[in-house]
């Protein structure tokens, strides 16, 4: 992404349009659909294929869940005719309207880029991104020549510093070796 659109976080991709009257499904790359996609709520929009700098707004005129997944109508899309040339695009909303997280949660774009290291003062690495399967998310950080995993769990990640870029981890034995 360019510098221009570096304040934006993804939160869905337009999916396949849902029946004739221009509704489309959301695949949801956020944790907060219910505020993200409410009716009356405005997002920012880039097409397949277009650059960050080919953003338009779009407004949500209705939504309903249908198995946990919007099925949303935008504002002057009326016909399955004005939502199939959208089938693809991201929509985005701008990091700082996003609310404050309680302390001791993070958005997990704050915690990309950060340095890890051990409480001895090992470099382990860098987060590169979160995997978030199963009970428990993933912090992936690069060492320099392969991936390691770190639970995201505060029994490890003991101090976690984004305004600093740093996070700080005790391992359990073995945990930075399963990996290498």
Do not use: K
Not at 16 to 25: D, I, M, N
Request: net charge negative; charged share 25%.
């Amino acid at each position: 992404m360019t510098d221009a659109a570096a304040d934006l976080v993804l939160v869905g991709r337009i999916g396949r349009p849902h029946g004739l009257r221009g509704e489309v499904a959301i695949n949801l790359e956020t944790d907060f659909p219910e505020d993200r996609f409410a009716r009356g709520a405005r997002l920012l929009m880039t097409r397949p294929g277009g650059t960050a700098e080919a953003i338009q707004e779009i407004q949500v005129a209705t939504v309903r869940f249908h198995n946990g997944r919007p099925l949303v109508r935008f504002e002057g899309c009326d016909a399955i005719e004005a939502v199939e040339p959208l089938v693809g695009a991201s929509l985005w909303i701008r990091a700082d309207s996003r609310p404050a997280l309680p302390e001791g949660h993070y958005y997990h774009d704050a915690l990309i880029g950060c340095d890890v290291e051990t409480v001895a003062g090992e470099r382990v690495g860098q987060v590169t991104r979160i995997d978030a399967f199963g009970s428990a998310p993933l912090l992936v950080v690069h060492d320099g020549r392969a991936d390691v995993l770190i639970p995201l769990a505060e029994t490890i990640c003991i101090r976690i510093d984004p305004a600093a870029r740093r996070i700080v981890i005790d391992p359990p034995e073995g945990l930075l070796d399963v990996n290498r």
